[in-house]
């Protein structure tokens, strides 16, 4: 773990509803995400992150042009995807736009690529679901070139070839921090460390310690490989309030709307209260005061050895207000508790 954990916050741009209980628009819940970033910024939150979905529940399709929105009104915070659909998108693209928003922010952006757990964008975008793996394994092959910025020479079957091929613009460092996101396959960790890109472990379901043998994996296979150590990350679901008893009343409602709306295309149950309960208390939802929530946070860090921990802090129709006053206490209380608790290098009680 490193000496000192970044924490970040990640959003899907989930559309929320107003107080009649309408929709909000696309457009509001956008500019809602970016007064979410400034806040973010303002109250010492270290990274921001926003994801990429085509779907009717997420307004954001385009997270790089939220981002750069985000870049000009704050100073601090890095900005990066959450994650980036590389397997229906083009690697000469996403690193264009991504270093365009690197230059944009001075050095603030990172990109996290992954295949998405949703598969809306390939039709969309004209690509064939049998070829899933294929995809992306070839495209992030490309993506590696590409981060070398120097003459691109690559062949592949999924796009055209590139031939001594210089791409701009290049980014400032000379290095775009890249992450490959992962939902928990041995074959994805040992990709990311393959590929030589820090590891970020998807955890939205069931005791986070289950992901302490994916973290080792990977870093047995950086030490392998002959590569230096790279940074770990979690990304995990949460909400935070005043207490723990509203912390829950305000995110089970809309927390399961969003749930049970996902779990009708793949054939899950509703969510029950009980199940709600059982993720707080010994899975991967981190709900709560700012103190229960920092002790869950800085006993996964424990547990798995983490550089960075996003706390996804949307959840369907969960309003605005709600979402702003999250990121206000995750920002003010959370954060410096996750470092204090960490700093005293006792084991915390699991």
Not at 43 to 71: K, M, N, Q, Y
Not at 129 to 152: I, M
Not at 187 to 215: C, K, N, Q, T, W
């Amino acid at each position: 773990m490193a000496d000192t954990l970044e924490l970040g916050l990640d959003t899907f741009g989930d559309v929320t509803r107003g107080p009649d209980g309408a929709p909000t628009s696309y457009a509001q819940v956008i500019r809602d995400v970016i007064e979410e970033g400034v806040l973010a910024d303002a109250v010492g939150v270290d990274f921001f992150g926003v994801g990429e979905h085509h779907r009717a529940d997420f307004a954001i399709s385009a997270p790089d042009v939220v981002l750069a929105a985000i870049a000009g009104r704050t100073t601090r915070i890095r900005l990066g995807s959450a994650v980036t659909v590389l397997s229906s998108d083009d690697p000469v693209r996403v690193f264009q736009r991504f270093a365009t928003l690197d230059a944009a922010s001075s050095g603030r952006a990172e990109v996290i690529l992954g295949r998405g757990s949703f598969t809306e964008s390939f039709p969309l975008f004209g690509y064939d679901l049998s070829q899933y793996e294929e995809l992306f394994s070839e495209k992030l092959d490309l993506f590696t070139e590409l981060l070398r910025e120097g003459p691109v020479t690559w062949s592949g079957t999924v796009r055209a070839g590139l031939v001594n091929q210089e791409v701009y613009p290049k980014t400032e460092s000379g290095h775009l921090k890249t992450w490959i996101g992962v939902g928990g396959s041995p074959e994805s960790v040992v990709r990311a460390a393959r590929h030589r890109m820090p590891l970020l472990l998807a955890i939205i379901g069931g005791d986070p310690r289950r992901f302490a043998p994916y973290a080792d994996l990977y870093r047995r296979a950086l030490t392998q490989l002959e590569v230096e150590e790279l940074p770990i990350g979690v990304h995990s679901p949460g909400h935070i309030a005043e207490t723990d008893e509203q912390a829950r009343k305000e995110f089970f409602p809309p927390y399961k709307a969003m749930r049970d709306t996902i779990g009708r295309d793949r054939g899950w149950p509703p969510m029950r209260p009980e199940e709600f309960q059982q993720e707080i208390e010994h899975g991967s939802l981190y709900v709560g005061s700012p103190e229960t929530v920092a002790a869950k946070i800085a006993r996964t860090a424990q547990a798995i050895g983490i550089a960075r921990f996003d706390l996804k802090y949307s959840a369907g129709p969960l309003p605005h207000a709600a979402m702003m006053r999250s990121i206000e206490l995750y920002g003010t209380q959370v954060i410096p508790r996750v470092r204090e608790l960490l700093a005293e290098h006792e084991p915390i009680a699991l």
